[in-house]
């Protein structure tokens, strides 16, 4: 069965510092891979998706990056994070485009 | 502009009550989801509907897709404290490269 990983589950850092959350999935190949950002109790904002290695898509405009350096591992990065970035981000993956999207346990990011 | 609205935003209850949960777009999608996610936690799929004017039952809820698939809606029966959650819709829109677009959510407390 697939299972799909995120770490850290919580995390504290200063404005201005750097970012790297990781996501990797288990069980499946090639799949499409996703970041969300989720503000308290709303909905979820696409942020980049993947549909293989080193292919980047970005929805929205921001301070963030994405990589996918190996088929089943995701990175959301930041150079310099912002008070803004502070939310509750979630890594998913589908078989297919537009398909059911599977989630993650996700990272809590709470920027000072 | 919310592509996909749900109403109400918040919705909280006594254990035993009835209720519904409605997602509407002027939007037509060809498939449109339902997630419930808990605190803390990544969104976890509960349905997903394809044909206009369909219905599908899972337990105490049921789902039903509008026959022009522009909205869908969840009934909950005598709701029990475990219904609690963020109850998610998401979308898809044919021929867009768009992936999933959810809803702003609703947050659902069923008191004991």
């Known amino acids: 069965s697939q299972t799909i990983h995120q770490w850290p589950a919580t995390l504290v850092q200063p404005v201005g510092s750097p970012l790297s959350l990781e996501c990797t999935v288990e069980?499946?190949?090639?799949?499409?891979l996703y970041w969300y950002r989720q503000a308290a109790g709303r909905g979820l904002q696409l942020l980049f998706y993947?549909?293989?290695?080193?292919?980047i898509s970005s929805e929205v405009p921001q301070n963030l990056s994405a990589s996918r350096p190996q088929d089943r591992q995701f990175i959301l990065s930041s150079k310099k994070l912002l008070l803004s970035d502070s939310g509750f981000y979630l890594c998913?993956?589908?078989?297919?485009?537009?398909?059911?999207?599977?989630f993650g346990p996700g990272t809590r990011l709470l920027v000072l | 502009t919310q592509l996909l609205e749900q109403s109400p935003q918040f919705l909280s209850i006594q254990e035993g009550e009835n209720l519904t949960v409605y997602c509407n777009s002027s939007?037509?999608?060809?498939?449109l989801q339902w997630y419930r996610q808990e605190p803390g936690e990544g969104p976890v799929l509960l349905v997903t509907?394809?044909?206009?004017?369909e219905v599908k039952k899972l337990k105490r809820l049921t789902f039903q897709f509008g026959d022009a698939r522009k909205d869908s809606s969840l009934h909950i029966t005598a709701a029990q404290p475990g219904d609690t959650g963020l109850y998610l819709c998401?979308?898809?829109?044919?021929?867009?490269?768009?992936?999933?677009?959810f809803g702003s959510g609703t947050q659902l407390t069923v008191l004991p």
């Open positions: 998913a993956w589908s078989l297919g485009l537009a398909e059911t999207q599977y």
């Open positions: 069980g499946t190949s090639n799949p499409n």
């Open positions: 993947s549909v293989g290695i080193g292919q």
């Open positions: 939007s037509v999608f060809s498939s």
């Open positions: 509907v394809v044909t206009g004017g």
């Open positions: 998401a979308g898809v829109i044919p021929g867009s490269a768009r992936q999933l677009t």
